[in-house]
């Protein structure tokens, strides 16, 4: 099978804080908080801002890659009341503590990326430049997916009432 290729990518920063955790398990929770339009200067990992119990990172770019086939999930998206990006992060071994797997802008792989358990999964707010950019994307790229209903077979209402009888030798074996 051959993956497809994207018709676009669009660069990103991303933005990640970490917060002291109130658990007895984990001392820190690890979260990304926002998208930045482009790809700043900053080096990956450069502290932005520390306050007393947390601490904002620029993780680093990441491309979000638009699909032509995916354009209707990009519509639903854009036509939500929050428009929203899924960043997906992995823990490292090393230094960094996590490393950015992947931007997304379709609902449906942002959540099916939940499921593994064991990455951090946010949606943050889509910035309005990466939306304008999107929108251009579904509107020169338009597919439709077609809905199927399915036709279900139908019911005999006599199926339930119709039993065999059983002769006296196989009820009391």
């Known amino acids: 099978m051959i993956a497809a290729q994207p018709l676009a990518r669009l660069p990103v920063g ?3 804080e970490c917060r002291k955790a109130v658990s ?11 998208v930045l339009e ?7 990992w450069s502290a932005l801002r520390s ?10 770019p990441c491309d979000i890659e ?4 995916e354009t209707s999930k990009y519509r639903n998206n854009l036509g939500s009341h929050m ?4 960043v997906v992060m992995r823990q490292s071994s090393g230094e960094p503590p996590f490393e950015i797997v992947l931007v997304t802008a379709n609902p449906d792989e942002g959540e099916a990326l939940t499921q593994s358990g064991s990455d951090i999964v946010e949606p ?3 910035p309005v430049m990466v939306r304008e950019v999107i929108a251009a994307f579904v509107a020169e790229h338009p597919v439709e997916e077609t809905f199927f ?25």
């Open 14 to 16: 991303v933005i990640v």
């Open 24 to 34: 007895r398990w984990i001392d820190h929770i690890w979260l990304p908080v926002a």
């Open 38 to 44: 482009g790809v700043p200067d900053t080096p990956p």
């Open 51 to 60: 306050e007393a119990d947390s601490t904002t990172y620029y993780a680093g």
């Open 66 to 69: 638009l699909f032509p086939t």
């Open 83 to 86: 428009p929203a990006l899924w």
């Open 124 to 126: 943050v707010p889509m």
């Open 149 to 173: 209903k399915r036709q279900r077979d139908r019911a005999d209402p006599e199926a339930f009432g119709r039993r065999e009888r059983r002769s006296k030798e196989v009820r009391d074996e």
